[in-house]
């Protein structure tokens, strides 16, 4: 299995718990790793060949900046949903970081996986 990943996509979103949360947008950081044949796209050298991770990027920051979740479990697992639908793939992990939510850490967070390696 071949992986396209996307390092430290920068992303806004209201989320959080508590009240004053719900009124700021705040900065949230992911990591993806994405199962994608490439050796069709290597052959060609077409990106129409290839998970375009330019797409990912830009579908993932438009749907994290007009959501509104309470979780990051909850963004992450929509976030996963909407990749493995939209851009056909059969595995998955997402992690998505939240800076500076506890003291003394730089960031917290939830790393998930989801579909199935061997597809």
């Not at 920068?10 to 705040?26: C, P, S």
């Not at 950081?29 to 077409?46: N, Y």
């Not at 990051?72 to 996963?80: D, F, K, M, Q, S």
Request: charged fraction near 30%; hydrophobic fraction near 45%; proline fraction near 2%.
């Amino acid at each position: 299995m071949d992986i396209v990943f996307l390092r430290q996509l920068q992303l806004e979103a209201v989320i959080g718990i508590h009240d004053w949360e719900r009124k700021i947008r705040q900065p949230l950081t992911m990591d993806l790793e994405i199962a994608a044949d490439v050796r069709r796209a290597a052959a060609t050298d077409g990106i129409r060949d290839t998970l375009d991770y330019h797409a990912v990027a830009k579908r993932i920051t438009e749907y994290v900046a007009n959501s509104e979740f309470q979780l990051v479990e909850t963004l992450a697992e929509r976030c996963a949903e909407l990749i493995l639908r939209e851009f056909s793939t059969t595995w998955l992990r997402l992690t998505l970081h939240k800076p500076d939510a506890v003291e003394n850490a730089a960031s917290v967070g939830v790393v998930i996986e989801r579909g199935s390696r061997n597809q």
